[in-house]
């Protein structure tokens, strides 16, 4: 298994939707997860971080299942204003303290 | 706003011309990061600095050389650009530490010719 992969997409989804997005993920030593939004020709911006007892901020969800290696984002009733690419990251664990990144998953919402 | 400016924004160069990007921050934050961003790789770190003088390499870091003299700058350089080097680089730094997360700055779009 690669160490994070993410579905690349497109995912095309009507206003109103109710999307979700997976990232999976090879070191169980992983400790730290977050979810970034990426527009078009500008940079990673943090979306939210992911907690083992999952979160929420508004109309998005992220979930971490350990077990299975994998976190979650889940958006529901998609906006116009949505449509961006979703990358997922997260800590290698061990010595090397830095971040991994998912390649992304890209999101339109259509009305 | 994390407040990191990277410059130059845009550049367009010729193979094997010097090429430094420079990425500054207000904050006085400790972690920095060099990322390059290609179509099918998503983002690779290049090298990474935990303080003044202190740096390392990331998976991508053959033909390019950092430095960090103060806590502000982190300055990426390569020595002699090649045309597999156009790119988007992205600075970034971590506010509370390794493992936290990371804020972008706005990139620079490099093309070598």
Redesign the interface.
């Known amino acids: 298994r690669k160490e994070v992969e993410q579905d690349p997409g497109p995912f095309n989804v009507p206003e109103g939707a109710t999307v979700a997005f997976n990232c999976t993920y090879s070191n169980s030593a992983s400790?730290?997860f977050?979810w970034y939004r990426q527009d078009c020709r500008?940079?990673?911006?943090?979306l939210m971080?992911v907690y083992s007892s999952g979160n929420e901020d508004g109309r998005f969800t992220a979930q971490l299942n350990r077990a299975s290696q994998y976190i979650s984002l889940l958006i529901r009733d998609s906006k116009l204003s949505d449509s961006a690419t979703y990358?997922c990251?997260l800590?290698r664990g061990g010595s090397q303290?830095?971040?991994?990144?998912?390649?992304?998953t890209k999101l339109s919402v259509k009305p | 706003d994390a407040g990191i400016t990277q410059s130059p924004r845009h550049k367009v160069t010729e193979t094997g011309t010097p090429v430094t990007l420079r990425c500054h921050q207000t904050e006085n934050h400790r972690y920095m990061?060099w990322y390059r961003q290609d179509p099918?790789?998503?983002?690779r770190?290049i090298h990474?600095s935990y303080g003044v003088k202190d740096t390392d390499k990331?998976e991508v870091s053959d033909g390019y050389s950092v430095s960090r003299s103060k806590t502000e700058d982190f300055l990426l350089t390569l020595e002699s650009a090649t045309s597999s080097q156009t790119s988007v680089y992205?600075c970034a730094i971590s506010v509370a530490g390794?493992?936290?997360?990371?804020?972008?700055?706005?990139?620079t779009r490099l093309s070598i010719l």
């Open positions: 400790q730290s977050f500008k940079e990673p911006k943090l971080s990358l990251a800590h303290g830095n971040l991994i990144f998912g390649k992304g | 990061y099918g790789h998503g983002l770190l990474y990331g992205f390794d493992s936290q997360p990371q804020h972008f700055g706005d990139g």
